[in-house]
């Protein structure tokens, strides 16, 4: 038994936990669970992809890869583009279907359903684009190094664990500190009366879907970084995100993310104990244990 | 002229399990509202439970217990109900939305079971040397057709009449209380959760005996014939007959997959080999459209208006169309 | 004559289009009044003020603040107009601070009015100021909707209106919300109240509107509605309790 599951389980779930943020935001201001979230991170990455690529051909010394990281400036400078088109994705997405069910006055379970047939539509775009064999940001290969004793990481790694916390503590700060997560904690809890305190919902609605798809373009990219980038990551990344979401407790930022990296650390762990091949199970059984303790999320209220 | 029809016969009792299927969802999602993403999934339980109960022995796996197919069809159907039994009792008091992600969650983790559970479901292979029905007949390919898609014919009357004797019996009614008035019905003393549950787990059976059915039409088994694109297909089946409407469920699943045939062998025809993949998954992103286009311009369906489902959507619009729903506190 | 602060021309307002709860309600409030809207159970008392509000659809008829046409503008920007509407459950952020509570609606306020206004509200409700950042969901009845006016009374608007604020407090407690709102309609503010209870509204008010069926069947001053017979015989009749029903 080695230490290596901890820095594969915390890249993992750093990712997860990205993702996670941005279910239980949607979950928590649209009131539904939204099945094509996954998508956004697989959106994330290929749009990346795409926008590295064209800089690279524009620009050969963009392709040069930074100090010891696998890859150059093209992805970072792809990875703020992709952040903002992730964005409009979703908002197209909204304005196309979710707005208009929310307009007709429909059922959650609905918006549920619908989210289903977005997310096949999305995904199988994907696929037809870019065609279903991987991709990746980059050929050149890292050799990790030891970082503690028995445990050792690339750089790409360490990079990872980084960017998470940093963009988690933006995204705590935003919410708890700002006027705009103040305008999204209020329509969170009541839209109704967040209306008459003279909250514009649908813009708080916009904000919240441009947030949850930039985080989930990051993930995507991330996974694309240290993995590798397939028109079903985000398929395969959907019931970990449920998962982490409910077991942050909806609406919790910070629940999600350490939800996410407990997700993320359990996989790790059961790879190395049982095997591989059981991996996508670990979510489920973490989740049918979460609904059969504690419903509302270890983070949650008792009465959420 | 006999090739003819007994590919009729073979296209129809294929659309006749689904059509089993889809009367099981049919009771959980037209008649009940309850979401269930995990439709592959028990249908491969149904499918499995059954081969495993019917083959003849095997060495190295599990079972081969070589039962009678009425046997294999009932555990089939008892298998797959149970779960959905478990998956709705964990998750039926909760939110709505958590039985749709538990059942999805259900059918990944069943997806691997039948991979790496070698022993029991012949891992990546599959289950070969299923029985079939009137499997005497095989030398004469058009009768042994007739029979079969007598078999299935059979299998749906007894599924529809039977559904209709429930949902019309003071059972079914308390079913249709629950959605009409919930409040109301709950003033009377009716447990919604124990009425939903009932009815999913009943739809879970008849989704398990459609598989079962399947199965034994086919005559082998693989994880692959049981991937999410299958719960797609079942559901976008339902939808376009009109989801409430029994008649509907039967005959959108033919439609469904007589268009869902055709389209295929047209991507086969059309398209050069290296692109045929591609094109399928230009076929999945229309019906993930289709779906979409159904629920934003017709929530009743194309088929069917029979509008089991129509209380709970005129209850969701009787609400403000700009404020969201209220009712759940969150902490963020 | 003072002017007119509200108008409402023929109103037809409900949930669903071809259910309507107010049938064509015609209705003048003049800057500075207190009006208090009284009826029977299901009469359409709450139903218009949400109308009035934007939660609630309407169907025809005209709503004017002032000279403004504020039919069909969204709820949110009601309050920009001069207009706030305190709903009757549910009106304050319960797992948002005090202060949190008081700085949401503060934010259509200009910058640098902000603080100052948070402190004025603090000043009117020295309740509230003690502790700033508890959370709101932990205050007791009274202060609740102490909070739930002050968040209302920050874009310091012009017109005030009250969904039945009395609801579920003790008796000791309506009279001391009751005297808030006199004192804030002696600042100027138009006051239009929701109350179920005739006889306490019509003590508070100065002038009362019955609706009956979503129309309105009485409509003149408190003292008026007091002496008047029928108005008595139907609504003052017994014990204050079951007059209303």
Known sequence: ?304 | MIDLLSYGAFFLTMALTYAVICLGLNLQWGQTGLFNVGVAGFVAVGAYVSSILTTPAIDGRLGGFDLPIVIGWLGGGLGAGFLCFLLGALTLRLRSDYLAIATFGAAVVIQLALLNLEGITGGPFGIGFIPRPFGTLAEQPGLFAAANLAVLIVLVLVCYLALQHLTRSPWGRVLRALREDEEAAKALGKDPVTYRLQAFAIGGFVMGLGGAAQAHFIGFIAPDNYLPTLTFQVWTMLIVGGSGNMRGAILGAILVWAIWALSGSLVASVFPPDQQARAASLQIVLIGVALCLVLLLRPYGILGEAGTLRAPLRRALRRTPNSLSEGQKTNV | MTPDILRLKTLHAGYQPDLPIINGIDLTVRQGEFVVLLGPNGAGKSTLVKAIAGLVPIHSGLVFLKEENITHLPAHMKLHSGMTFVPQTENIFTQMSIRENLQISAQILPKQLRAERIEAMFAMFPDLAKRPSTRAGALSGGQRQMLAVARALITDPKLLILDEPSAGLSPMLVDEVFARISMINQTGITILLVEQNVRVGLNVASRGVILVEGKVAHDAPSDELKGDPVVAELYLGGGSEETAQ
């Open chain 1, 1 to 304: 038994m080695t230490l290596q599951p901890l820095m594969d389980g915390l890249v993992n779930g750093s990712i997860i936990g990205l993702g996670a943020i941005g279910v239980t935001l949607t979950y928590s201001i649209l009131r539904f669970a939204n099945f094509a979230h996954g998508e956004l991170l697989s959106w994330g990455a290929y749009l990346a992809l795409t926008v590295s690529a064209a800089l690279g051909a524009l620009l050969p010394g963009l392709g040069t890869p930074i100090g010891p990281f696998s890859f150059g400036w093209s992805v970072p400078i792809a990875m703020i583009a992709s952040m903002f088109l992730t964005g409009l994705v979703a908002l197209t997405v909204d304005w196309l279907l979710f707005g208009r069910l929310r307009n007709a006055g429909s059922a959650q379970i609905i918006l549920v359903m619908s989210s289903f047939g977005a997310a096949l539509a999305l995904r199988n775009l994907l696929e037809f684009i870019y065609t279903s064999s991987p991709a990746y940001f980059t050929t050149a290969l890292q050799i990790s190094r030891p970082v503690l004793p028995g445990l050792r990481a690339t750089p790409d790694q360490l990079l990872v664990l980084v960017l998470a916390v940093v963009m988690v503590v933006a995204v705590h700060l935003l919410l708890t500190r700002s006027a705009a997560g103040r305008s999204m904690r209020a329509v969170s809890e009541n839209p109704a009366l967040a209306s008459l305190a003279g909250i514009d919902t649908r813009a708080v609605i916009r904000m919240v879907w441009m947030l949850g798809a930039a985080l989930a373009a990051v993930g995507g990219i991330m996974s694309g970084v240290v993995v590798q980038i397939r028109p079903t990551m985000g398929l395969d990344l959907l019931l970990p995100l449920f998962a982490a979401s409910i077991l942050g407790g909806i609406g919790s930022v910070p629940g999600a993310m350490l939800a996410g990296l407990m997700v993320g650390l359990a996989e790790a762990f059961t790879v190395q104990i049982i095997g591989a091949e059981w991996r996508a199970a670990v979510s489920f059984v973490i989740l049918v244990a979460m609904l059969l303790l504690r419903p509302q999320g270890i983070f949650g209220k008792a009465a959420a």
